[in-house]
């Protein structure tokens, strides 16, 4: 039986409306996970409220899938505060084929103002 050693990463990002704006799209983070990592945990901690002058969305995940990390979260769930586990989250494990960048993406209306942490925790094969 062959043997291999894992290695658990997290990787996190701030997003803030007042640096990276808040118009619908998606808006890379500047984070990367590597090709064959598994994320298997993510947060939100909300540092200021969120927005909007409509039905503001949030989600959080990468080109290709943008919700695959954080399902749509309407803008009010979003207050100074709050952490944003569970049912927000997808429940399964995220395998990446690919190496990603983390993106935020706003839909339905755009922010006017919000601040967050996300955090997720991966893990790595030496296989």
């Known amino acids: 039986m062959a043997k291999i050693t ?5 990787q996190a990002f701030v997003y803030d409306f007042n640096t990276d704006g808040g118009g619908i799209g998606t ?11 598994v994320i298997w945990f993510g947060f ?5 409220n969120f927005a909007s002058g409509g039905a503001a969305t949030i989600a959080i995940g990468f ?11 309407a803008y009010t769930s979003l207050v100074n505060g709050a952490i944003i586990t569970g049912v927000n989250l997808p429940v399964a494990p995220v395998l990446m084929t690919a ?7 706003i839909a339905g209306a755009p ?4 601040e ?12």
């Open 44 to 48: 939100i901690k909300v540092i200021v």
């Open 99 to 105: 190496q990603r960048q983390l993106a935020i993406t």
């Open 111 to 114: 922010v006017t103002a919000g």
């Open 63 to 73: 080109a290709g899938n943008t919700g695959a990390l954080v399902n749509p979260i």
């Open 6 to 10: 894992t290695s658990e990463k997290s």
């Open 27 to 37: 808006i890379n983070m500047g984070d990367f996970i590597p090709i064959g990592a």
């Open 116 to 127: 967050l942490v996300y955090e997720c925790r991966y893990t790595e094969w030496n296989i």
